[in-house]
């Protein structure tokens, strides 16, 4: 199976190195010009937080140009959510009649995006409990282990599916197939909506968000209003207890640095608008407030346009 990951971010950099050992040809895509030619030189370097070892991943190839890459028969989607529907536009090439496109981006709205390119029988979707780091051009840090969940939009079991579950497994990243999709984004989105813009703002790694009892509170509340968001909407999510499962997320992922915390310090967009923002759009159309996520939003909006930890004037 010829793979195409499209974002050769921390996330597409760690995915395509592990799946490069399932006897894959994995090839990424990204408009960095440094992060494509180091990972052509060296491949990729991706180090354990945990144990602070690192593995060298040689046989990847990059590109930025997608004709290069040429069409894929799996197609994984890992630019910013804020990015999807522009990636799959200008990289049309990497789509043939065959190709499935699967999403594992954070927030809400990756499928839409796709969409608006593609037929939806050729999207698969799910979520990663992953955790990495982007180190520099070719260097990756692998921040915690967590499940990948993918399934078809419909919820049916396919031969596809099986046979993209059954590669990722080869390649060790663990991966289960779920028949609701929609709720696997809720309840990753939920995940999200909890650490990443509580982690953005105060610029801890995610266990520590567990450490003081402000930011757990904080995070608690953050999730439970999107729980009351997605169970006025009818979602069904899969997560009995989502509060808990980010604490535990938290913890799996501890020495991570969020992408929202590493978006704010490389001074880049962040994808506050898909996830807390995405409460607050949701959760209005339901005639649901969501004060805590308001000021989550407010408060990475204001750190996107100003920085973060840079004197202000007159000081
Ligand atoms: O966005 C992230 O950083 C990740 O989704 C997660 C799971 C919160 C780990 O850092």
């Known amino acids: 199976m010829k793979i195409v990951i499209i974002g050769a971010g921390a996330m597409g950099s760690l995915y395509g190195a592990k799946l490069s050992t399932a006897e ?16 052509n030189e060296g491949g990729i370097t991706v180090e354990d937080a945990a144990s602070g070892a690192a593995e060298a991943y040689p046989k990847i190839r990059a590109f930025s140009d997608a004709a290069e890459a040429g069409e894929a028969d799996l197609a994984i989607v890992f630019v910013k959510s804020t990015l999807t529907a522009r990636a799959v536009r ?5 789509f043939g009649e065959h190709t499935t496109v699967l999403t594992l981006q954070n927030g809400l709205g990756n499928v839409e995006g796709i969409a608006e390119t593609l037929p939806r029988g050729r999207i698969i979707a799910g979520t990663t409990a992953q955790g990495a780091t ?23 079991v396919t031969e596809r599916i099986k046979a993209v579950a059954d590669l990722f497994n080869r390649a060790g990243l663990e991966t289960e197939i779920s028949a609701n999709v929609e709720g696997l984004i809720w309840d990753k989105l939920l995940v999200n909506v909890g650490i990443n813009a509580l982690t953005a703002i105060t610029g801890v790694p995610n266990g520590e968000l567990l450490l003081h009892e402000e930011l757990a509170e904080l995070l608690a509340a953050a999730v439970a209003e999107g729980e009351q968001v997605a169970g006025a909407k009818g979602v069904k999510l899969n997560i009995p207890d989502p509060v808990s499962h980010t604490r535990e997320v938290c913890a799996a992922t501890g020495k991570n640095r969020s992408s929202m915390l590493q ?30 996520n308001a000021v989550l939003h407010k408060l990475v909006t204001f750190l996107e346009k100003n920085g973060a930890g840079k004197p202000r004037r007159g000081m």
């Open 90 to 94: 200008e990289n049309r090439a990497v």
């Open 263 to 292: 978006d704010i310090l490389a001074g880049r967009p962040t994808e506050i608008d898909r996830i807390n923002g995405a409460i607050l759009r949701e959760g209005a159309a339901v005639g649901i407030a969501a004060p805590v």
């Open 24 to 39: 894959a040809p994995v090839y990424l895509l990204d408009v960095w010009p440094e992060q494509v030619r180091a990972i």
């Open 134 to 156: 982007l180190l520099g051009p070719g260097r990756v840090r692998h921040g915690g282990k967590g499940k990948t969940v993918i399934g078809e939009l419909d919820g049916s």
